[in-house]
């Protein structure tokens, strides 16, 4: 067992006499040898850090692509991300190392790759037939900017179109340049004297393959022939061209222009539009152009066998609807119909039947890719319904202020929610499955179940189904209904301590088992919910108002209250049990705006549907001018009955079954004469600038008015505000202590204690932990009737930096979960209630069967160090500090390998995880630095070796400190890539293959080769091999095991491959021996015929 420094154990106490020095030294050393009794079975190899899925909807898209045949959805984003979804569950992320905006994307339809074009002139190709997606090869662009690509379908050359105007011409295959380069000024020759502008457009004519379409921005369109070198036919016009598509035809293409018109084109006549619509221009009498409208950014041509072509554009709304929304246009015959779409339009694209363009399209969906959401309209249906999304891509519906991670819940759990939920989906949409339907599931390695959390800005409380890494909503929760809304600004006077987002969520404290929830939100309010699957309406809701002061002396409150004093422990604890405040007054007698809480709830009925239900609301009030601080701490027990939040004012304990309030403390008073600092009294009207903190990590200075922001909004919130002073001894007068940890549990609370009993364990900002017994009556009715009892114990600990988070553990070391109620329906019929009375709360705290003679170990870690005490001696056994010049952001201890540990989150981008009691270190990675407060925020650890934050603010990303689920993501990850026969080319029928009137072909190698074309100049992009397939198959997966996997993966591959090849040739033999056959019958039938009698 490792040796460990007993001196400073105790920080921050002033006088500690040699003696008791010696004693406690003595007292630990038996600690120690009795701690050499745990085992302890995590060891570093149990440990290894790595992300495992993204989740949510791609922040800042940029581009778009499909994969008709493997019905594969790709989204670029300006950060360099690529996400690929295919069925429901099976998704993909990937990142570009550059960070730079991804401005296209191209599949290699039906060959598992993809080519990307970044906004730093590169071009990558990468391999989709591997779970984890990697760069097979890189080109870099040295004197010209990318401005288009285009790649035909089963086509080994990618055209690139440049800032210059003119076009390259890159073999995917090798990633190499062809000396082939169309030049922008042979391409309009004297059509033009001044420069075209950036290629916006490239496509090959659908008949012809040696026809090459070249848009250019000024308006010219040039039909470039491959082979003779030299334009067919140049098409002007006097308006920029934003997007060109072809009819499948090949005789006509349509181009959008910034004036909102189109302009469709007959190839062979280059001298003016066949045909110009303005789709939202006002038609003007006397034959006159429409007024012009915003620009067309892109349309689409395509066609039908059975009926009218569809013309599918965005953008082209006249200038005077100001305020409208960003819309699609399907125009389809003589209809038109303008789809309004929530979010600014980034691309959309039209699905297909058919991957060859020289066939009727026929349309049946489209993809529009919006700056915060994903839309599927069927062009099927009547009215153009869209499809139900199935993609976890709503995590920012209103933004995520706060998130909870719950692993290895009860089975019962997520049917139940997800029961409720089911019945929150919205109707209308379309009938049809989801039409991105591409790759396979992994293999499901975890048996347990997941619960992801998510509290927003608009008060809403969302519950994820996380298991087995992916991600389904189950049940969206409104908190902001209980409360009346305000009409207008005028109406709202008391909200006015928050800028914006008065509902918010800031904490979320929740009981699995129970199923009771806790929250606590940014206007100092706490709604307490029950879980119930009946439907009821609530008469009158129950609401209690809590006065929180922050006063050193007995100052008298405006009303003529005297702050409750603490009792001694002998004392009667009813003298510190205060009755709610009604709202009768909204001021002082000087005019302050006093005992009114933030926000009014509502006062008529409330329906409630089945899922959860309120139990009662907590509102703390203004005090004489000065309003409510934010809430920094929160705990529900469900076995107590009881809830706790905490402030930089003091802390608050509420009985909800009996809807009472039993303690209203500020924080110095939970002290009583053991306060170790020096104070100075302050008014509570004085304003203050919040302490320390995050505030050199945020951009933004904040301000005295800003101390109650939503946490949304740029400037950090209260909650993390805390002091960094090392030195708990000496500090600022300005600041204040907030309660930071609460945890309930049932332990021993004082030294001379023979066995465990309910209490609570408070945590401060400035290193405390102070703990309160709590004496409760008898259950059944009598816990109705008789008050709890709440009374300070005396006993305070002290660590460095505020407190985060305490748990304890039994006499073998394993964790004590706090007692809690199993949920059971609260609407039940009478003689159910009768036996629930006879019930008690069920606690499976193992200390409540442990013999006396058996002792508890507290873990308590802060935002410096973490400590082991033994109980009921209160002995500090083990010592780690965890970091001495950043800060631990997030602490949790979990369990893993059915042992436990501790997991911290620093803020200088470290994760770290600690052997428990002994505090061994066993993982130490550098992560992630602490870039914004979202970050922070979000960051949590749960069990089996889970965690997750929020990385943008539209998706959250998940990883793990498991080595046993590094090791089997590989198999739970989802296959992109599946074998799919590419369809039949469209048949070409007789009389087009007499006369020539069918597709034509191109040997593309002959051109474009280097044979033909020679050698492209060596200074004009430079080609970068990619880290290549191994790299992306590896994972995350090391070790034999991980190498192994990989072995038998390439086999299996290998051999699904040459057992295809081997049918394909047996296939072909067959069909050879067939047509042989044909045409010999053939020969005999006709033998002695002459030509005219055929």
């Avoid at 062809?178 to 391409?187: H, L, T």
């Avoid at 363009?357 to 026929?362: A, L, R, T």
């Avoid at 599927?376 to 319904?385: M, R, S, V």
């Avoid at 918010?504 to 129970?514: D, K, M, T």
């Amino acid at each position: 067992m490792r040796k460990f420094n007993i001196r400073k154990v105790l920080d921050g106490l002033t006088a500690v006499s040699a003696v008791a020095s010696a004693s406690s030294a003595a007292q630990q050393q038996q600690a120690g040898n009795r701690e050499t009794e745990i085992q302890e079975t995590l060891q570093s190899e149990h440990f290894q850090l790595c992300k495992t899925v993204r989740h949510g909807f791609p922040y800042q898209p940029s581009a778009l692509a499909f994969d008709p045949v493997q019905k594969i959805l790709a989204i670029g984003t300006q950060t360099g991300a690529l996400r690929l979804f295919g069925r429901p569950g099976v998704e993909c992320y990937c990142q570009h190392d550059s960070g730079a905006a991804v401005i296209q994307l191209q599949f290699l339809i039906n060959e598992g790759a993809l080519v990307s074009a970044l906004a730093d002139d590169t071009l990558h190709l990468w391999n989709l037939r591997q779970k984890r997606p990697a760069i097979l090869h890189s080109l870099k662009f040295n004197r010209e900017r990318i401005t288009f690509c285009h790649l035909p379908f089963q086509s080994k050359w990618l055209y690139v179109g440049t800032e210059r105007g003119n076009i390259h011409i890159v073999n995917v295959e090798s990633f190499t340049l062809s000396g082939y380069v169309i030049m922008w000024n042979k391409a309009i020759e004297l059509s033009s004297k001044s420069h075209p502008g950036p290629v916006v457009h490239i496509s090959d004519n659908p008949m012809d393959e040696g026809k090459l379409l070249i848009g250019f921005e000024s308006g010219t369109v040039v039909l470039w022939d491959l082979k003779s070198k030299k334009a067919d036919y140049r098409y002007t016009h006097d308006e920029a061209i934003h997007s060109v598509a072809w009819h499948h035809e090949g005789k006509q293409f349509i181009c959008s222009h910034s004036d909102g018109t189109l302009t469709i084109w007959n190839v062979k006549s280059p001298t003016k539009p066949f045909q110009t619509i303005t789709p939202h221009g006002k038609q003007l009498k006397d034959g006159k152009k429409p007024e012009p409208c915003k620009p067309i950014l892109k349309v689409e041509y395509k066609t039908t066998r059975a009926g009218e072509p569809f013309i599918i554009l965005s953008g082209g709304l006249s200038y005077d609807t100001v305020g409208r929304r960003p819309c699609l246009t399907v125009m389809h015959g003589k209809s038109t119909a303008v789809l309004e779409m929530d979010y600014s339009i980034v691309d959309f694209l039209t699905l297909c039947e058919t991957p060859y363009p020289n066939d009727f399209q026929e349309p049946y969906a489209v993809v529009v890719l919006l700056e915060k959401d994903l839309v599927l309209i069927d062009l099927a249906q009547n009215g153009y319904p869209i499809f139900e999304n199935p993609y976890p891509l709503t995590i920012h519906e209103s933004p995520v202020t706060c998130c909870e991670y719950f692993a290895d819940c009860p089975v019962d759990l997520i049917p139940a929610l997800y029961s409720v939920g089911a019945r929150q989906k919205r109707q209308g949409y379309s009938k049809k499955e989801w039409p991105i339907s591409g790759g396979n599931w992994g293999v499901i390695t975890q048996s347990y179940s997941e619960i992801i959390i998510t509290g927003h800005a608009d008060g809403s409380i969302k519950f994820w189904d996380a298991s087995a890494i992916t991600l389904q909503v189950l049940y969206k929760l409104k908190t902001a209904k209980v409360f009346e809304k305000s009409r207008n600004k005028d109406d709202r006077p008391n909200t006015d301590i928050v800028d914006e987002d008065p509902y918010a969520i800031q904490i979320i404290s929740w009981c699995p088992e129970s199923r009771m929830l806790c929250i606590a939100g940014v206007s100092a309010h706490v709604i307490i919910y029950r879980f119930s699957k009946q439907e009821v309406t609530t008469e009158v809701i129950p609401m209690l108002e809590v006065r929180l002061l922050y006063e050193i002396n007995d100052v008298e409150t405006p009303d003529g209250e005297q702050v409750p004093p603490v009792p001694t422990p002998g004392s009667n604890p009813q003298s510190i049990v205060p009755q709610s405040h009604p709202s009768t007054s909204s001021s002082s007698s000087d005019g302050l705006r006093d005992n009114v809480p933030c926000l009014k709830v509502k006062n008529s009925p409330l329906k409630q549907s089945p899922g959860y239900q309120i139990e009662l609301v907590i509102q703390l009030v203004w005090v004489s001018g000065e309003p409510p601080q934010q809430i920094t701490s929160l705990a529900i027990n469900s076995a107590y009955g009881l809830v706790v939040f905490g402030n930089c004012n003091g802390i608050a304990m509420v009985d909800y079954l009996q809807k009472t309030v039993l303690l209203n403390l500020g924080t110095i008073e939970l002290y009583g004469s053991n306060d170790p600092y020096r104070r100075e009294p302050r008014s509570p009207r004085k304003t203050r600038q919040p302490s320390g903190g995050l505030c050199d990590i945020n951009e933004g200075t904040v301000v005295p008015e800003d101390r109650c922001k939503s946490p949304t909004s740029d400037v950090k919130d209260n909650s993390f505000s805390r002091s960094r002073s090392s030195s708990v001894t000496s500090i600022d007068k300005e600041s204040r202590e907030a309660i930071s940890a609460l945890h309930f549990c049932e332990t021993f609370t004082r030294k001379a204690d023979t066995s465990p009993s309910p209490c609570l364990w408070v945590g401060t900002t400035l290193g405390t932990v102070l703990v309160i017994v709590l004496n409760l009556p008898p259950g059944g009715e009598q816990r109705l009737l008789q008050p709890v009892i709440v009374s300070p114990s005396g006993t305070i600990l002290r660590l460095k930096g505020a407190i985060l988070r305490m748990a304890f553990l039994d006499t073998t070391g394993s964790l004590v979960p706090p007692a809690h109620e199993p949920w059971r329906e609260h609407y039940e019929d009478k003689d159910e209630k009768e036996k629930a009375k006879k019930r008690r709360p069920v606690s499976v705290s193992p200390s409540s069967s442990q013999e006396i003679s058996e002792n508890q170990y507290a873990v308590i870690c802060s935002e410096k160090q973490a400590k082991v005490i033994s109980l009921p001696s209160q002995n500090c056994i083990y010592k780690q500090n965890i970091t001495e010049t950043s800060f631990v952001l997030r602490g949790d201890i979990v369990s893993l390998n059915n042992s436990i540990c501790l997991a911290c989150f620093c803020a200088n981008g470290h994760i770290m995880t600690f052997s428990l009691p002994s505090l061994r270190p066993l993982l130490d990675v550098y992560y992630l630095p602490l870039t914004n407060m979202r970050i922070a925020r979000t960051f949590c650890f749960t069990n089996n070796g889970q965690a997750l934050y929020l990385v943008s603010p539209t998706e959250i990303q998940r990883l793990t400190y498991s080595q046993e689920t590094c090791e089997n993501l590989q198999e739970m990850l989802g296959e992109l890539f599946t074998l799919v026969e590419t369809p039949e080319a469209p048949n070409r029928g007789f009389f087009k293959g007499l006369f020539g009137g069918g597709a034509q072909s191109l040997d593309r190698e002959e051109l474009f080769g280097e044979s033909a074309s020679g050698k492209a100049s060596r200074s004009l992009a430079q080609h970068i091999p990619g880290p290549g397939g191994i790299e992306g198959v590896k994972g995350a997966a090391s070790g034999v095991v991980g190498e192994l996997a990989r072995a038998r993966l390439a086999l299996d591959e290998r051999g699904q491959k040459l057992g295809e090849l081997e049918e394909k040739t047996a296939a072909m033999l067959y069909s050879a021996d067939s047509f042989s056959k044909h045409a010999h019958e053939m020969m005999l039938k006709y033998k002695d015929k002459k030509w005219y009698q055929f």
